[in-house]
């Protein structure tokens, strides 16, 4: 006589319960979906928390110099503008004059520099801790277009300094930095025989030199038209979304665990 069979128990869940399983999940991906767009928009627009920035970018109509081109939207104050220009300002101290006086052609590059440093509203992506007693935050490797550091070798190599890294290493004995005893005065196309080295390695790698060229919205420009508008502000777009949001959602362990539970009582 035969045995009657029962079918297995269906592993089959039907059409409500499966729908019910989705909602955490597309809950999660929401949740996640918002909390990654909000940590990458606040990379944009935002001022380093560094020695002479704002606490919030803005418009600053009396920027001076080469410096006008931040004053629609600028981390820096027309003081720090106005300093930026002179030869020994009371920003840091800094002499470009260390080795004998730099030639105008090459100084407007370092202008240039310091106001791209201290008015940008657009370097989040690449904002770093600093080890430093009078800063909280710096720049790290800000990929900067082709031309601007070739330009920028271009009109200082004939100029003369005795360091590869400016940001240590000086005496300051005096108040203002001079070179470190033994140090010797080259011209920069013998400190740094190539555009790469010089602008990654004067600053401590605070630029990254790149074979992208300006208007490629792929590189930071140091010079723009701002009758033109800001450049910028779509590099550091294109960066903060390509990079990984700074550090994971710590709520997320926390949802995942949650996930199971609900899962089991559709069963």
């Not at 260390?98 to 992506?125: V, W």
């Amino acid at each position: 006589m035969s045995r009657a069979r029962h079918p297995p128990p269906s592993t089959h869940h039907p059409p409500r319960a499966m729908a019910a399983m989705w909602v955490p999940l597309v809950v999660l991906a929401a949740w996640l979906a918002t909390v990654t767009g909000a940590a990458r928009d606040s990379l944009l627009n935002i001022c380093m928390d560094a020695k002479h920035h704002k606490k919030q970018p803005g418009p600053e109509g009396k920027l001076y110099g080469q410096c006008v081109l931040w004053k629609d939207n600028a981390c820096c104050t027309a003081n720090t503008s106005m300093e930026a220009h002179q030869d020994q300002s009371y920003l840091y101290n800094f002499n470009w004059d260390h080795c004998g006086a730099m030639p105008e052609k090459c100084k407007r590059h370092f202008i240039q520099d310091t106001c791209l440093y201290e008015c940008s509203p657009n370097l989040g992506p690449w904002i770093d801790q600093a080890d430093n007693s009078w800063r909280k935050e710096r720049i790290l490797h800000v990929p900067l277009c082709r031309e601007d550091c070739e330009q920028w070798w271009e009109d200082c190599q004939d100029a003369v300094t005795c360091k590869v890294n400016w940001h240590k290493g000086w005496n300051w004995t005096t108040g203002t930095n001079q070179c470190p005893q033994g140090a010797m005065c080259q011209k920069f196309k013998f400190v740094f025989p190539t555009p790469a080295a010089l602008c990654e390695q004067i600053w401590s790698h605070s630029y990254r030199y790149t074979s992208h060229r300006r208007g490629s919205a792929r590189c930071i420009q140091m010079w723009f038209d701002p009758v033109l508008g800001n450049p910028n502000v779509e590099v550091a777009r294109y960066y903060a979304n390509a990079a990984p949001p700074a550090s994971p959602a710590p709520p997320l362990p926390l949802l995942l665990a949650l996930l199971p539970p609900v899962l089991l009582a559709l069963l």
